[in-house]
């Protein structure tokens, strides 16, 4: 007997002990060890916010032509260093012409023995139209005369069309500048065989404005045709390029252009923003990123990264009520330094947590350091 009531005296102090750890885990959760988690808060307010949305781009040329020969032959001389400054027009390259030149040489030959038999024609038609007039010669005849004059006519015309064929061939043995700009590495060398539209000798760009190329999401593309038709009085600073070595570029952008379409696969747009390059600083290729300042003059809420949590992708703060916190989902915008732009989920004057969210839940008491809330 005494067995028994000592094993149910030992069960029922086991049974007390669990309940009150029970108890004890049910009122962590709305304190800290018993009681007010302890915490530290910030009023929220509207603040005037400077800060810039920064894009990848590609610095390209705005005109850019890969030099190929017209006709085949061997490379008879190179005008040009490799990388030069090239003028319109200027001669770069020239090909083997002896062939070109007895073949024009040889059509104009032949265009002036077409131009003899015109003559010819012409005088014999006059002549038989003449006798015509007196019945002196047969229609017959006249008929072949003008059939002749007609035919000699046609055969100058194509002999002049072949003329000017073999003056074509003549001149695209030299290769010009298509455009002011900078010439790169020649890809051929002197008495290299040519195949016409095929072999690739140089490429020349532009070097002066340079364009950037970057893409924006298409929600954004209102915001830019704003910036496209704003005109701005003075020096535009909107658009900062920072170079690869995190340098920013001495000089300031502006749109050039925004594309036609949206890519329906990417739901993005280009955008090509123009800058100078007088100092040759930029170069077709290169990769820079572009900081565009914005244009808001509007207040927005700005709060403590600090005082944010995220959960499965969405950013959520704790927010005063009372004597307790409530979880309050937000959508973010910017970082601004240290802080974070709220576009949605807060108002001005609302109290969030930014120390001790660590310990916190949803509806916890909490006490607050005196007046960490007017900061």
């Known amino acids: 007997m005494k067995k028994l009531l000592s094993r149910f005296i030992t069960a029922t102090g086991v049974a007390s002990a669990l309940f009150l750890v029970s108890c004890g885990n049910k009122g962590a959760g709305a304190g800290y060890q018993n009681g007010p988690v302890p915490v530290a808060t910030e009023e929220v307010k509207l603040s005037v916010v400077n800060y810039f949305d920064e894009y990848p781009g590609t610095l390209v040329p705005f005109n850019l032509v890969e030099l190929r020969p017209q006709v085949n032959g ?79 006519q046609k055969q100058v015309a194509a002999a002049k069309a072949n003329v000017q064929g073999m003056q074509t061939s003549v001149n695209y043995t030299t290769i010009v500048a298509p455009f002011d700009g900078t010439i790169g590495i020649s890809q051929v060398k002197a008495q290299t065989a040519v195949t016409a539209g095929v072999t690739l000798l140089n490429t020349v760009s532009t070097d002066d404005p340079m364009a950037v190329d970057f893409t924006i999401d298409q929600r954004d593309i209102y915001h830019f045709t704003q910036l496209q038709n704003h005109v701005l009085k003075g020096v535009d600073s909107t658009f900062i390029m920072m170079l690869s070595d995190k340098e920013q570029y001495p000089f300031y952008g502006k749109i050039s252009f925004l594309d036609r379409a949206v890519d329906p696969q990417t739901g993005t747009l280009k955008v090509r923003l123009e800058f100078p390059n007088k100092a040759n600083l930029l170069r077709a290729g290169m990769s820079c990123t572009i900081r565009i300042g914005n244009q808001e003059e509007a207040r927005q809420i700005l709060i403590p990264y600090k005082a944010i949590t995220e959960q499965l992708g969405d950013y959520f703060v704790y927010v005063v009520k009372g004597k307790t916190v409530s979880q309050q989902k937000i959508i973010t915008g910017n970082h601004i330094g240290n802080n974070l732009v709220v576009k949605s989920g807060l108002n001005e004057h609302d109290i969030v947590v930014t120390d001790g969210i660590q310990k916190l839940r949803e509806g916890a008491t909490i006490q607050v350091a005196d007046s960490t809330h007017k900061k």
């Open 74 to 152: 061997y490379i008879s001389g190179i005008y040009f260093k490799d990388g030069d400054h090239v003028r319109k027009g200027q001669k770069l390259y020239s090909i083997d012409a002896q062939l070109y030149t007895a073949n024009y040489d040889q059509a104009a030959a032949n265009l002036e023995v077409q131009q003899a038999n015109l003559v010819k024609a012409q005088k014999d038609a006059d002549r038989y139209h003449a006798l015509e007039k007196d019945s002196s010669i047969a229609k017959q005849t006249v008929d072949y005369a003008e059939a002749s004059l007609a035919a000699a």
